[in-house]
């Protein structure tokens, strides 16, 4: 194996002989281009929002918003309700705790089924996360995976609902790569798996009709504090 | 390439009579030309992204060696295996061996032209491991044992009732006419198969060499349920998959999606790094990177071919071809097709077995026009065109060869003279006559002019030349 490794390296640089390897590289200082975009999104913050709603509606998405946080849990509450729902999954995210959503939930008879077991949480009604991000110009949630953050709660459930805080908002994805690089100073430091998703999950693969929840959650429901 | 010879005018014949696929080529074709103009329109600075991206693949071509060693370092500091394959067998024997060793019985497969060039399935087949397509387009055309006709929509050549009786025939379930019934249909078989499965394999449209991480872009899902829900990952990534860094995503994503189906933004984008970290609750246990040659390498050395490898894959040079949107995605054989597989098989598969792809095109240069990467496909298919020629020894081996070659002298004793230009004009306005139809076209003319009109009428020479004509109109208006 490892004499394929040189094989192929040795027909790349024979290959390569006489190819200028020059690269034009600038050095780029990503902890202040990130503070520059930051300042420059508190200003924009309100027109972002409009925005984001906009892109998210135009990608099949439901959109909540509410003036102050305090309306989060009695929203879910009542999504819940309508929907009928009997199993849920959550992120154990510190904001989430903060606002204790888990237990509200539980209080109101729901099973919780943890990330853990795939077959378990394949059958969980809906799965609630925040978000790390959020892109305005294309309506796109960014998840990053850790220990309380799990893949599989935004994928598995058919159901997907984010909280996002208008502090998270991006104005668009070359802002957001200034931004995650600058947190990226240790390169080691990378999430093992960063999420982004535009929408529910949609296929178009049978004439081209559009479908929705093909694979991933059929709906998708931001709510926006 | 374990694929055979590619025959692309017998195939294109065939697909020709096909009216369901004429009239699918037309419908995907149109839908994701219209849609990538729209959303190409919608940047104000399009123009320059494209030559940014392409500058960048130069770059990091130009220094590929550099990128794969530093590309191997991050993955394995994430916790990773990298493995290098040299050609599509040694990739399969990898590929397979990990499988085995580990003694998995079902592999789930999300969309991935690499293993398509590779023909894995087969591998893993002749193994006597299961292997399942979870793309819903790559699910029909398992399930129908063919090959994907579009890099979007693999299965486009199929109708709805032809996938309804497929699903019915294969699956045993009534014949479902919606195409939302359908899909439902294929969500729950294929749930319980991404449950069971002890190894998902992916592709990658992006490995970023700083940081290790490859990059998947989709829309229903399924790979990220293949990178999650296994307890082993495999991705197969061609080496010119590369950027150097990890902002040039920005950039990289930002084209891609909007090339391929005007999207602003693909439903879902992964960033993998690695396997699960220790603290992780889900995701892969072991993460695999194998480092697909297959003939790459090779195609570095030629500077006039060089740029093929440029390619992000997003098939904007498919649906603007006026050829590919007549012969389909199966005409060019391989697992590559339109301008970018008249261009990428032969020098894949050795342009002894693919001599007719790059003919397979009339060098109107759409394809270049729409290239987010801005591949000039006119120059390299020219380049390739000449390399064919040479290996069949200056063209005269044949008798097709010889009369081309005598038409092409006596066309240009024809034209290097004004006066024998003028009376071979004339001669063949009379001459023709016996085959013009009353509409003007020529639609039946001996061999060997046959294969002009075989596949089209061909316009009759007119009675009086421009010239002629000119001279004419200038004397009426003065």
Redesign the interface.
Known sequence: ??N??E???Y??????KG???E?TTVERN?LSEAEEVQNLTKELRSNLKTQFID?LTN?NTNVAELENEENINKTLLNLIKRKELKSFSIWESEYLKEINLKEDIKKTGLKFI???N??KI?NSDIGITEVDYA?A????LVLL???NQ???VS?LPPIHLAIVRQENLARN??D???I??SK?QN??D????????????????????L?L?????KELIVIIV | MGFEEVRFEKNSDKAIQNKPLQK?LV??TD?FRTARNKASKEVSDWEELRSAAREIKK?TI?????Y??MLEE?VI??GGIV????DAH?ASQ?IVKIANDRGVKLVVKSKSMATEEIELNSSFEDAGIKVVE????EY?IQLAGEHPSHII????HK??DD?SALFSEKLGVPHYEK??E??KV??ER??SEF?NAEMGVSGANFAVA??G?IVIVE????A??T???PKIHVALVG?EKLIPK??D???F??ILARSATG???????????????P?????PEEFHLV?L?NGR?????S?ETRESLYCIRCGACLNICPVYRHVGGHSYGGAYSGPIGAIITPQLMGIDKASELPFASSLCGACHDVCPVKIDFPKVLLELRKNVIESKKLGINSGKDLIEKLGIRFWRFTVEYESIYKITNKLSYYLQIPWKRSNGKLNALPYPFSRWTDKRDFPSVAKKTFRERWKEIKAETG
């Open positions: 194996m490892s394929s490794r094989e192929i390296l027909t790349i640089r024979r290959g390569l190819v200028s390897s690269e990503f892109e990608v943890a990330a853990k795939k077959n394949a892109i110009d294309t309506g796109t995976t850790n220990k799990p893949r599989s994928l994805i070359k957001l790569f200034i995650l690089k990226l390169v080691e990378i999430t093992s798996c960063m999420t982004f998703i535009t929408g529910p999950s949609r296929t178009a693969d049978i004439e081209l009709n479908t929840g093909v694979h991933g959650p | 699918a419908n995907v839908r770059n130009a220094n590929l060696d550099k794969l060693i991050k500091k994430a493995h290098w394959a040299k040694e990898i979870t793309d819903l387009g029909i929509a693999p299965a486009i109708t709805k996938i195409p939302e359908l899909t294929a969500r294929l749930r449950l700083e940081t991480t829309n229903e899902g399924n990220r349920l990178t999650t829900v080496i990890y902002e995503l920005s950039l994503l930002s999207q602003k933004s693909s439903t879902y984008v992964s960033f993998i790094t690695g396997p699960k970290s603290t992780d609750v889900d995701g480092l040659d390498s090779g195609i570095l050395a500077e």
